[in-house]
């Protein structure tokens, strides 16, 4: 069995390694037999600066859940935290603000790799 899985976070090995770990347990949940999962990378913006990961986390989940690709947007960092209390306060996201809308000039794929999973 082969999956393939976007990983939407940041390069850093903590974010990646809890994302392999979730996985993992969502498959042993399911009881589905180890499969061969395939990742992807892809260039996505990164926060400046220490605070705001998570509002870029928001930014990219609710993207997706619109059918949308992260990887295609700039976001604008200076706005995101305001954005984020506006709609909090509304009860409804909405996308958050990109500082030009055009696409954004990402570079792809930039990493990929191969992952067997085994339960023992």
């Not at 899985?5 to 850093?12: D, I, V």
């Not at 409804?92 to 954004?104: G, H, Q, Y």
Request: one cysteine or more.
């Amino acid at each position: 069995m082969r999956d393939l899985l976007t990983y939407h976070g940041g390069l850093s090995l903590p974010g990646l390694f809890m994302f392999i770990c979730e996985i993992i347990f969502v498959y042993a949940l399911c009881h589905v037999p180890g499969p061969v999962l395939q990742l992807l990378w892809p260039d996505i913006q990164t926060q400046k600066g220490n605070h705001d990961c998570g509002l870029f986390a928001i930014a990219n989940a609710f993207a997706l859940c619109c059918g949308e690709r992260p990887e295609e947007f700039a976001w604008d960092q200076g706005e995101m935290r305001i954005h984020l209390v506006h709609c909090l306060n509304a009860g409804k996201l909405s996308m958050f603000p990109v500082v030009d809308e055009r696409v954004r000039c990402h570079r792809g794929v930039v990493g990929k790799d191969s992952v067997e999973v085994v339960f023992l």
